[in-house]
């Protein structure tokens, strides 16, 4: 089945530590891939996406992730973390084989401690 | 700009009672329209897809079903609620490009 796979439920760093969050996905060929974030109370929002070009893309507030075809993997990055980081990233993969529609991973939720 | 709207936000019903929860999109016309379902550590399950006025997909056999009267309007019903119907309901909408925008969500508790 098509699936997308984050390695960590929990993640706890202090503030300044170094984050990076495992993402992969099932299925190669074309596609596009997201990290969505949601903060406490607020709304799933976009952090980054990979269509094309640079496997290495930027996204808001000091996040980037690399896409790694030959390993089917997107991992989200981050130098330095800051408590207002503090939220539940979720991956996403979407593309001709998993039927055009976003495939979401099941979450991880990461705690800064100040 | 686009913004999308969906309520009630919460929501707390017995079982057995109807369910309506209505998503509109303003700003872009002719969206893609989607339902979620968000459950704690489980990620976002797609429940129903459309790409045009009564042009709706189910991806899950369940309880619910969905309609699109108006190009910018998206409904989520049931005739008779489940207590397995409980959950974080998501509306997301995407245009020409394949990223998906979300709605604030609604918390539906059935009792």
């Known amino acids: 089945a098509q699936s997308v796979s984050q390695h960590n439920h929990h993640v706890i760093l202090s503030e300044a530590a170094s984050l990076e969050l495992g993402c992969n996905y099932s299925?190669?060929?074309?596609?596009?891939l997201f990290w969505y974030v949601q903060y406490p109370g607020q709304h799933l929002q976009l952090l980054l996406k990979y269509f094309s070009g640079d496997p290495l893309v930027k996204g808001i507030k000091g996040f980037e992730a690399e896409f790694i075809k030959s390993k089917f993997s997107f991992n989200l990055r981050k130098p330095s973390v800051q408590w207002s980081d503090t939220a539940e990233y979720f991956c996403?993969?979407?593309?001709?084989?998993?039927?055009?529609?976003?495939?979401f991973g099941a979450g991880t939720i990461l705690r800064v401690k100040s | 700009s686009q913004t999308i709207h969906q309520w009630p936000a919460t929501l707390v019903q017995p079982v057995g009672s109807p369910l309506s929860l209505e998503c509109t999109v303003e700003?872009?016309?002719?969206?893609?329209l989607y339902w979620y379902r968000q459950a704690a550590g489980r990620g976002l399950q797609l429940l129903f897809y459309s790409i045009g006025i009564d042009q709706i997909s189910s991806e899950v056999p369940q309880n619910l079903s969905a309609s699109r009267p108006q190009d910018r309007q998206f409904i989520l019903s049931s005739k008779k609620l489940l207590l397995s119907d409980s959950g974080f309901y998501l509306c997301?909408?995407?245009?020409?490009?394949?990223?998906?925008?979300f709605g604030p969500g609604t918390r539906l508790t059935v009792t």
């Open positions: 299925y190669g060929g074309t596609v596009n």
């Open positions: 700003g872009t016309s002719n969206p893609n």
């Open positions: 996403a993969v979407n593309g001709p084989r998993y039927g055009n529609k976003l495939v």
């Open positions: 997301a909408w995407s245009g020409q490009t394949y990223e998906q925008y």
